[in-house]
């Protein structure tokens, strides 16, 4: 069964790109790659961008894609014209470096409900070793409400 917002349902990966024209997500890099029915997938390159000093993929770049990919998840299985996402608090925990190439994000649904939801943002490198594990709390609230 899918977890997006009925109004969502023909989202594509060209739907996404086009939120992030002139962000982050856009300066580092990030693509998204694949829409399942509760997950969705995105890749960062490990470069001059991404890289902290000794060469490794900076932990804030992994926590930027992990809020990049658990949030515009949010914003697709909420109804966007009554209601809009921001994040909560992120957690990341940095169990592999990755020196070059892309690395990948898989965003799926731990709670989605009413105020909260909460995602499983696991990120992975070429050979598919986990390089970063999160978690994103994100935080729905009424279009009237917020700001």
């Known amino acids: 069964m899918s977890i997006w917002h009925h109004s969502n349902t ?11 024209h002139n962000t982050m997500g856009s300066h580092l890099g990030m693509e998204f790659t694949e829409i399942g029915e509760n997950f969705l ?13 000794y060469g ?11 809020e990049t990919l658990g949030s515009v998840a949010s914003a697709y299985v909420i109804d966007r014209e009554k209601y809009i ?5 992120i957690n990341a925990n ?4 990755a020196k070059q190439g892309y690395v990948y994000g898989t965003a799926t649904p731990l709670h989605l409900g009413k105020t909260t939801h909460v995602w499983d943002i696991r990120i992975v ?15 729905i609230l009424k279009k009237e409400v917020a700001g």
């Open 10 to 20: 023909s989202m594509t990966i060209e739907m996404l790109h086009s939120l992030g």
């Open 94 to 97: 940095h169990v592999r470096g």
């Open 85 to 89: 996402c921001v994040g909560l608090e």
């Open 41 to 53: 997938k995105a890749r960062m390159p490990v470069d001059e961008r991404t890289r902290q000093p």
């Open 125 to 139: 490198d070429e050979r598919e070793k986990l390089v970063c594990v999160s978690r994103l709390t994100v935080a």
């Open 56 to 66: 490794l993929l900076h932990g804030g770049a992994s926590a930027a894609l992990a």
